[in-house]
Every structure is written in structure tokens, then in C-alpha cells.
């Protein structure tokens, strides 16, 4: 039986026997699998498949794998675009001026797919490039299947759930916004496929998602060694035009921040819940939160003040920065007690002053 199954997880932990990771990363058991979703697979014809797997050498207890199969309905190659009629199962395409350029004429395309830019390659496990170079056949089969896993896991984790018949946009142009799904770099030049399903110089490719199936039947399929790529959906109908002008800021939260003053003194500041946007991250997820915290209530400028009343100190807050007549600030001790600070010094002697007496140039001193 064939499931869709993943034997190892986003976090390179592998599935005990019996057993495999969903597309969440969550465990479920084989049997329970069919029970619920029957066999993920659906069969494909052979006249798209390669018939390699006859020299297939198989070593010592060796078991085929299966693995993750796609096929081609669009193809990008920049001057001509080419389309797969999957009823008639022929070609249609393009060319500006009906010039075909140094495109070779198409030819149906179903199998697996990867590339050595894939993040979760080496969660995966897989450890050469292309997969299973150099080694023997069982070691070339499984990490083709890795291989292969990982980059539907990584779409999955993209662009959403994957399920047979869904359609997945692979775009080098390196011109969708920065941050859109991928792991594009902003700045980075396009790159481009050399040739796939006998087109050269790709840009862009649409593939529809057909299951899994056994290695011995499938032995057709596309490593790609460049390390970028865009990703997108529902593409078979026409490739997604990306507007010349920038596109629209993405929002990402709000914050409680001060947008003006108030006109009298003390001029204390406004607050209010603005909108921030990508890369900026603001405090609150929605703007009613960001009201629910009580942003946009007067923030207000205060000072501690006390004054004497029948010997006792005494203090209140007021509104501002200066406290009102017969009021002093806290911050400047006991208001019930006299200031205190150094003896006068006299002007002339610079000794300290008697209380009573006079200085020397004081008249009744001659």
C-alpha cells in the first residue's frame, strides 16, 4: 500500500515503523492512515513515465521507496511560454514574431523534483548533492526520495496544505516582493532552470501535485542546483504578473504611540493606536487590543507638592509642573521646618556675623 507519508519530520526526527509524519509534523500510524484516507496516490499512466527502472540494479535486501511525483503544465521561458493540455496530453506554445528562439520542442513531464536550495534538505537527511551521488543504488534511490520529501514539505510549510491536483508555482525570476513565499534574498538576480521536459533556459514552472508512487515506476524527475526560489499557487491557467510598482505595504500590528500635544500648558502628549507594517512589528495584533490597553486616554504631566498646615506637612498631586501659591515641591523636605543653610559671613571681615552687632562700615563704628 501507498500512503501519503513523510517518514521524517520538520525537525529531522524519524517516524518509528509503522508509523509517519503528516503534513502539521503530527504522527499517525499507517493503518489508522487508509482507514481515514484511504491510498494518497493517484495512479498515473505509464505513457508519462520512464522506463529506466529496468536497469535499475537492485542490491542486498533492497525494498523500493516511494516518492513524491509532479507534472508540468506550464513553463515559462521568457520569450515563449508553453502550455500542457492534459486531456490530449500535447503541447501548445508562443514565441514573440512566431520566432521559437533556442527552445527545443516540449515533451510531456511527470516526476519527482527538488532542489539543492531547499532549507529542510539536511532535516531531511539528505547528504549529497545531486541526491545519491556517488553512491550505490539503494543509497541513490533513498536520497532521492529524501530529497524529494523535503522540498514538498518545504511547499507545504510555504504555501499552505498540498493535496493531489493542487497546483505549485516555482518562480526564479527573483522579481516577486520581498517576502513572499520562497527563500528568495532581496536583491539577488534571477537565476533560471538551463532545461526541463526538453525546454531550456526556465523561468518559471507550473506543477500539479499527483501523489506518491514507486520509485521502480517513476525513475524520471528534476534535481535543480540553484539555491532560490519563489513559491506560489493555481498557476495552469497563466503565471502571476508581479506589478511594476511597489506593492502595497503588508500590515504587521499596532502600537499606542504619541501623535500630537496638547495646545495649553503643560502640553502633555496625545497617544494613539497607529498601524505598523512590515519589517516593523508593532505591540498588538488588532487595534482593539491596542484601545483595550487604554491607549488614547490623556496621558497627564504631574508634580508632588506639599505645604504647612497647623505645624503638620501636608501634600497633594497637581496637574502641570510648578505647584501652586503657598505650596512647594516635595522633593524639597518638610515645609514646616525653617530652611536651614550655612552662617551669613560678613562682607568685610569674612568672619562669621554676630546677630546684633554691625560691620565696619557701618557709620557708628567712627
Not at 31 to 42: A, Q
Not at 229 to 244: A, K, Q, S, T, V
Not at 264 to 278: H, L, M, T
Request: with cysteine.
Amino acid at each position: 500500500m501507498t500512503y501519503n507519508k513523510k517518514k521524517i519530520n520538520t525537525k529531522g526526527e524519524k517516524a518509528p515503523n509503522g508509523y509517519h509524519y503528516m503534513a502539521d509534523d503530527s504522527l499517525m500510524s499507517d493503518e489508522e492512515h487508509e482507514k481515514i484516507y484511504g491510498k494518497s496516490f493517484v495512479p498515473v499512466s505509464k505513457t508519462h513515465c520512464n522506463d529506466d527502472y529496468k536497469s535499475f540494479k537492485a542490491g542486498p535486501g533492497f525494498q523500493w521507496i516511494d516518492i513524491k511525483v509532479w507534472e508540468i503544465c506550464l513553463l515559462d521561458a521568457g520569450e515563449a511560454v508553453f502550455v500542457y493540455d492534459l486531456i490530449t496530453q500535447t503541447w501548445t506554445w508562443s514565441y514573440p514574431n512566431s520566432t521559437q528562439t533556442n527552445n527545443t520542442t516540449p515533451s510531456p513531464w511527470i516526476g519527482y523534483f527538488g532542489f539543492s536550495g531547499c532549507p529542510l534538505n539536511t532535516a531531511a537527511g539528505v547528504t549529497s548533492w545531486p541526491p545519491g551521488a556517488g553512491g550505490n543504488s539503494n543509497y541513490n534511490m533513498t536520497q532521492k526520495g529524501l530529497a524529494a520529501q523535503a522540498w514538498y514539505d518545504w511547499v507545504v510549510q510555504e504555501t499552505g496544505p498540498v493535496n493531489i491536483g493542487d497546483q505549485v508555482e516555482v518562480d526564479m525570476t527573483g522579481k516577486p516582493p520581498f517576502g513572499s513565499p520562497g527563500n528568495w534574498p532581496d536583491g539577488v538576480w534571477p537565476t533560471g532552470m538551463c532545461a526541463i521536459a526538453g525546454v531550456q533556459d526556465v523561468n518559471k514552472i507550473c506543477f500539479i501535485y499527483r501523489g506518491e508512487i514507486s520509485y521502480q515506476y517513476i525513475q524520471n524527475g528534476s534535481f535543480w542546483g540553484g539555491p532560490y526560489m519563489n513559491l506560489g499557487r493555481n498557476c495552469c491557467e497563466g503565471f502571476y504578473e508581479y506589478p511594476i510598482d511597489p506593492p502595497p505595504p503588508k500590515p504587521n500590528g499596532w502600537d499606542c504611540e504619541i501623535t500630537a500635544y496638547q495646545s495649553k500648558a503643560p502640553y502633555a502628549p496625545i497617544y494613539s493606536c497607529v498601524q505598523k507594517y512590515f519589517p516593523q512589528v508593532g505591540a498588538f495584533q488588532t487595534q482593539q487590543a491596542c484601545l483595550a490597553s487604554n491607549c488614547g486616554s490623556p496621558q497627564l504631566v504631574t508634580i508632588q507638592c506639599s505645604q504647612c498646615n497647623n505645624g503638620s506637612a501636608v501634600s497633594n498631586v497637581f496637574q502641570g509642573t510648578t505647584c501652586p501659591p503657598g505650596w512647594q515641591p516635595t522633593s524639597l523636605g518638610d515645609p514646616c521646618k525653617p530652611p536651614t543653610g550655612p552662617t551669613p559671613i560678613d562682607p568685610v571681615l569674612s568672619t562669621p556675623r554676630v546677630p546684633g552687632s554691625t560691620s565696619r562700615t557701618d557709620s557708628s563704628s567712627y
